[in-house]
DNA sequence: AGCCTTACTTGACACAGTGTAAACCTCTCA
DNA sequence: TGAGAGGTTTACACTGTGTCAAGTAAGGCT
């Protein structure tokens, strides 16, 4: 009888397979629901339209891939510049899978303030593992003196940003090696001289 | 009789001024058309599809705030480090107006190639301005021994990419001149240490 | 004057995609 | 037996893109 719940994910994992594979075509409905073996009217069923479904995709993801977790054993690095590492290497490893999803937001939350409220949301861990980080920085003593917590986590947040990421990989061809040497190396050295 | 010229260029400026005005409400061809008082088809006439207009608009736009010339006078800055401070001044001046064009194509950009192509195309500009200042810090003998001139000039274009400017400008709130100083050092930072 | 060309208009069309609606099927549970 | 959940099919209204064909207004050329 497939309960309702089993159908939903079904169709998010559809979603993301597709995403994952049409590397910048564009979704619709309809190829989501077909991918998930369903009509398209069955997924206006389990999501109210378009947008519902990209954020619950999104968020579907990060739970898959354990996003939560891998930034809470972030929080558990000896050390701020050991997080700081941490934070870099999670992003050299996750960002090419996670990119496309990312890429999706973009266009969407630029005409959709529901879509722009969810995102913000979304990003909340992450900023939240950047503010944790630049206070253990001012608790060993070692965060630059031009810096305050605050701006320290928002310029961490942003060098580890998938946006930075696109940039230097996908953008300049760096591989993740590089990106991770370079960007922990860049981060560190921003937060603590 | 309104050359063939001028009214290109009218399409391009009515476009620009709804790109400008709409912060994020999509734009239409028929609404570009009408702020130019023209019919739908008319646009047509100019250009081939909607991607080869926005493209044509990014260019104008970049024109019309002469870009060029001013990556020109980066040039001629009396240090690499006057340079930098100079590229992150011009970001953080002209983001502002420039970002809502950048939004759109990298909404474009996404699912079609040749839009894909004219972006980097126009990026080289940039790119070449970076490349010159990170092989000035290595003249200078001040560039940081880890870093290759392309590394160098890689990272510097990243972090004063639009992107990262709207992370923290418009993602975070930081105002202009937080934005120019903490990036500047930033940048400084990263290239010579 | 008559003619041709240029630049644009009008109106229609095909197509893709979103979102809504109504009627119908089929299995399960009580 | 019959109600309800979870689908399906079909159809429709609407927006936007891109194309096509016919018509018009004005300038320049001979």
Known sequence: MSSK????????????????????????MGGVASQAGLSRQAVYLH???????????????DEARALAAKFAAIAKAPSARAAVAALVALRAGDNPAAWPVERIFETLRQDDALVEAAWRDRLAGS?????????RFQGEGALARHLSPDAAADLLWS????RLWEELVIGRGWSAERYRSHVTYLAVGALTH
Chains 1, 2 share one sequence.
Not at 47 to 61: C, E, I, N, P, S
Not at 127 to 135: F, G, V
């Open 5 to 28: 719940a089993d159908t939903r994910d079904q169709i998010l994992e559809a979603a993301l397979a597709l995403v994952q594979e049409n590397r910048g075509t564009s979704l619709t």
């Open 47 to 61: 999501f109210q339209d378009r947008a519902a479904l990209l954020v619950a995709m999104a968020l579907h993801a």
């Open 127 to 135: 900023l939240e593992a950047c503010r944790a980080i630049a206070q």
């Open 159 to 162: 060098l580890t940003s998938p």
